[in-house]
């Protein structure tokens, strides 16, 4: 069992499906047992993924001291992970709403209340990294800080800048200087992945590029061969809503990577867990455990 520390956001989120995009406009669309809300954020998806594929996870976050973080903090709890380090220090909980097509595609609304001003305390992190093997820092502005007290303890720091467009990108950088292990989306780079990369790693020093490519896969770039390797995507069931299948695809990487520091057999067993993951109405479910992804990865 690895220990993985998370730093990152946790919200509400409902999920409502819509027939096509654009939405055309109607004063009301009724929709039985279709609407859902639960616990969510990149920072909680990606904990209850690890959790479920058997990892010892701890989650640091921010949120407010209201009816949200009681059902968030419940949640973990009911999920067997400790709110002990997610922080009522906000005015508010962030909140998000996600509309989805029927071929997946969707559209976010988020909305992430003071997260973005408030700051996590040093000290309850660098308490949280004790004997950890990975951290997790999502490109949250309140874990950004938290970035060197990482690097000073001496733990491989992983983290997934998303949907990337220049690799100088301001409000990135922070992540990608400290990253040993680096995710990001080929959305706003399709076609020249590649390059994209070798610029990436001609500012930033990544051990490890991964870009997820949705259905045409993942590519994989390692300092160690300095080589590419395309990993093909795979299909496992109907997709339902692709909300969250980087943090899937991220999540389960960085779970075998803990315990093989085999980046191609991490990446191959992520495609499957990921693929299966979009099968899910929302982005905090859906997740197969270890033996379940090896069963059907097998298979």
Do not use: W
């Amino acid at each position: 069992m690895s220990k993985i520390v998370v730093c990152g956001l946790v919200n509400m989120e409902t999920t409502a499906p819509v027939e096509s995009f654009p939405i055309e406009y109607r004063p009301i669309d009724y929709k039985f047992l279709s609407l859902k809300s639960a616990p969510a954020g990149v920072g909680l998806n990606v904990s209850l993924a690890l959790n479920t594929l058997g990892d010892d996870v701890t989650l640091c976050s921010l949120c407010g001291d209201d009816f949200a973080a009681k059902i968030i903090k419940s949640h973990l709890e009911d999920s067997g992970i400790s709110a002990e380090y997610v922080l009522s220090t906000n005015k508010a909980t962030a909140q998000s709403v996600v509309l989805y097509d029927n071929s997946g595609r969707r559209y976010i609304i988020c909305d992430l209340a003071d997260n973005q001003e408030n700051t996590y305390k040093k000290e309850v992190f660098k308490k949280a990294l004790k004997g950890a093997d990975i951290a997790c820092l999502c490109n949250i502005n309140f874990a950004a800080e938290l970035l060197s007290t990482a690097k000073e303890e001496g733990v491989l720091v992983a983290t997934d800048v998303h949907c990337l467009s220049d690799v100088c990108d301001e409000y990135n950088s922070r992540f990608m200087r400290a990253a040993d292990i680096l995710f990001l989306s080929n959305e706003n780079i399709k076609g020249r992945e590649k390059d994209f990369v070798k610029e990436l790693i001609s500012v930033y020093s990544p051990k490890i590029v991964v870009v997820g490519m949705g259905s045409e896969g993942a590519l994989l770039y390692t300092a160690e061969t300095g080589s590419f390797t395309e990993v093909p995507a795979v299909y496992t069931r109907p997709v339902v809503n692709t909300v969250g299948a980087g943090d899937s695809l991220y999540s389960s990487f960085i779970h075998f990577y803990a315990k093989t520091r085999d980046a191609l057999y991490s990446l191959k067993k992520a495609v499957y867990f990921a693929s299966y993951k979009i099968g899910a109405k929302s982005a905090s479910e859906g997740f197969l455990s270890e033996g379940e992804l090896l069963k059907i990865a097998k298979d």
